[in-house]
């Protein structure tokens, strides 16, 4: 059974900086997809970042929302995700939800939200004016 807990969500200031994390666990497989997707109230939820990882070569993508701003990595074992947001807005607050889908095919629409099969519960972050 895959579980994603994300971590790091909180309160900050316009101008600020969080650093959120995806600790990933009951998978197999060393190419996938994970993505960051964020869901303000009564809007859709949308794709943050995203990478396609394989033995080769990784591939990330960003958001042209957030690019130069939100940085996606993870660590050498695969098994932690994090997205390092810096000059946070208030139009960045939203609950952040990490995705994870091992599909051959995953890689086509990486900031699509019908791409992923399995969801963490989500971290909210708030970034006040």
């Known amino acids: 059974q895959v579980h994603l807990v994300e971590s790091g969500g909180g309160s900050v200031q316009d101008g600020g900086s969080l650093r959120l994390s995806c600790a990933a666990s009951?998978?197999?497989?060393?190419?996938?997809?994970m993505g960051w997707f964020r869901q303000a109230p009564g809007k859709k939820r949308e794709g943050v970042a995203a990478?396609?990882?394989?033995?080769?070569?990784?591939?990330?993508v960003h958001d042209n929302s957030v690019k130069d701003r939100f940085t996606l990595s993870k660590d050498n074992t695969g098994n932690t995700m994090y997205l390092e947001m810096n000059s946070l807005k208030p139009e960045d607050t939203a609950m952040y939800y990490c995705?994870?889908?091992?599909?051959?095919?995953?890689?086509?629409?990486?900031?699509?939200?019908?791409?992923?099969?399995?969801w963490g519960q989500g971290t909210q972050v708030t970034v006040s004016s």
């Open positions: 995705a994870a889908d091992w599909s051959s095919d995953c890689y086509v629409r990486l900031l699509t939200r019908e791409t992923y099969s399995y």
């Open positions: 990478l396609y990882a394989r033995p080769s070569r990784d591939v990330i």
């Open positions: 009951g998978y197999t497989g060393t190419t996938y997809c």
